[in-house]
C-alpha cells in the first residue's frame, strides 16, 4: 500500500503502476482539499473567476450566470471528450489516473474531496477510462485526453473492466461506486493538467530503463563473441571523461564480464614485444559499434536520468489553471498546464532511444557480415550456404524499424501550431511527444530481440557457450529457451515477437 501524503516518489509512483500495489490517500490530504474546495467556494462567490463564473480560453470573455455555472463543466467535459486514434495502453491510463490524482491532491485545484475518492478506487479497482492518442496539443495540458478521464469520473463514457470495453455506468453499478459532485470548477481542474503527457512518459522511463540494460547485455556479449580487448572497458580510460553516465556504462560492461573467459587483456597479446608481423592478423581495435559502447549508451543513461527527475518534480506539481492559494487566500491565474517541460524531455528520450536502437541495429550487422566479423558465416547461418537463410531475413525488419525510429525521433517539442482563435498561440505537443516516443521505445525492443536471437546463434556457431561470461550465459539460456537452436529455415515472426515480450517483461 502506498499513501499519497506529501510527495509522491517516482519509486513509489511505478510501484502503484506496475507492481499494483494499492493507493491510500491520508487524512492530511484530505483535509488539504477540503479546505482549498471550501475556500474556492466562499471566494468565488463575488469575484470573477476563469472557469468558475466565465466561459473557457477565448471564451473567457463571457460572464456565466450562477444557475449555469454547474452545467458549464459538463458542458466542458462532454465537448472535448473528442480523442480519435488508438485507446492508450491500460498502463498508461493507469499512470495518467495517479499523475493527477497526486497533483490534485496538493490542495491548489479546489476541487470536491469525491475526485480524490473516486479516482483511487479507479486505480485499486483497475478500471481503466477510454482514453485516445490523438487530441491534445499539450498547452492548456492534456484537455481531450484528460475529457476523457473526466467524462468517466461523471459516470458518462466508457471503460475498460476485466479485459471489455464496457459503458462507465454498467461498472458503476457493478461496483457500486457514485459519480464525482461537481460543484465548483471539477471539470476544468480534472482536462487542465500535464497528467497524461506525464504518465506516458514515466511508463516511457520505464521501459527505456529495461531497453538500455538489455543493449548493454547484447553489447557485452558481442564484445565476448569477438575476444574483444577489455581496455576500452577499463575504469582508468572511461573515468578520463567526466560523464557518469560514461563512467557508469563502462562499469556495468565490466560487471557483466567479470567471468568471461572470452574477453582478454591486451597486455597478454599485442604489448609482449613478440608482434614483428608487417600486417596484423588479429585486429587492433575493434569497430566502433563495440569499442564505443561506453561513449554512445552513456548519454543514453543520464538523459533517462534527467527526464526522470523532470517527470518527478511535474507529478509533485500544481499543473492547472488557476491555482488556488489557501495559505495566501487567493487565487492566482497563469499557465502551470503548459507541458513544455514534458514535451522536450520526451523528445530528448526518443532521441537518444533511437541513437541506441542505431546501436543495435550496427553490432546486428556486424554479426551478420562476414566480410566484418570474419568468424561468423554471413547471417550466421548454421545450416547450407546459399540454400537456407538463417538470419537474412529478419534483418531487413531490424533496418526497417531501426529507420522508422530515426524518422519518429524528430522533435515534437518544436512542432506548435496555434489553435483555439490563437489563445493557444503556442503549443508544446507534449501528448504526442509522449506517445511517438513510447512507439520508439517499442521498436528498440524489436530491434534488440532480432539482435539477441542472432547473439545467441552466433555462440553456438563459435561454440562458446561454455566459455561466456555468467550474465550472458542465463541470457543465452533464457532466449534459447524461447528459440532452439535451427539450422534449417523456419518462420520466424512468432519467435521474434515472443523475445521482444521477454525482453519487455523483464
Known sequence: MNTINEYLSLEEFTAIVFKNNK?????QVLN??????NFLKEFSGNKVIYGVNTGFGPMAQYRIKDEDRLQLQYNLIRSHSSGTGKPLSPVCVKSAILARLNTLSLGNSGVHPSV???MKEFINRDITP??????GVGASGDLVQLAHLALTLIGEGEVFYKGERRATKEVFEIENLQPINVEIREGLALMNGTSVMTGIGIVNVHNAE???????KCSCAINEIVQAYDDHLSAELNNTKRHFGQQEIAKMMRDNLADSALVRKREDHLYTGENTEDVFKEKVQEYYSLRCVPQILGPVLDTINTVASVLENEINSANDNPIVDVKNQHVYHGGNFHGDYISLEMDKLKLVVAKLTMLAERQLNYLLNSKLNEIL????????LGFNFGMQGVQFTATSTTAESQMLSN???VHSIPNNNDNQDIVSMGTNAAVITGKVIENAFEVLAIELITIVQAI????????????????????????PEFKQDQIMYPFVQKVKEYLMAE
Request: no cysteine; aromatic share 12%; hydrophobic share 45%.
Open 116 to 118: 480524490i475518492h473516486l
Open 377 to 384: 558465416p554471413p547471417f550466421v547461418n548454421l545450416g547450407t
Open 32 to 37: 488539504r482539499v477540503e479546505e482549498s474546495f
Open 23 to 27: 493507493v491510500a490517500v491520508s487524512d
Open 130 to 135: 477510454l482514453i485516445f492518442e490523438h487530441g
Open 210 to 216: 529495461k531497453v538500455l540494460d538489455w543493449a548493454v
Open 460 to 483: 553456438d556457431a563459435l561454440e562458446f557457450k561454455g566459455e561466456v561470461s555468467s550474465v550472458t550465459r542465463k541470457m543465452y539460456d533464457e532466449v534459447r529457451n524461447i528459440i
Open 411 to 413: 522533435s515534437m517539442y
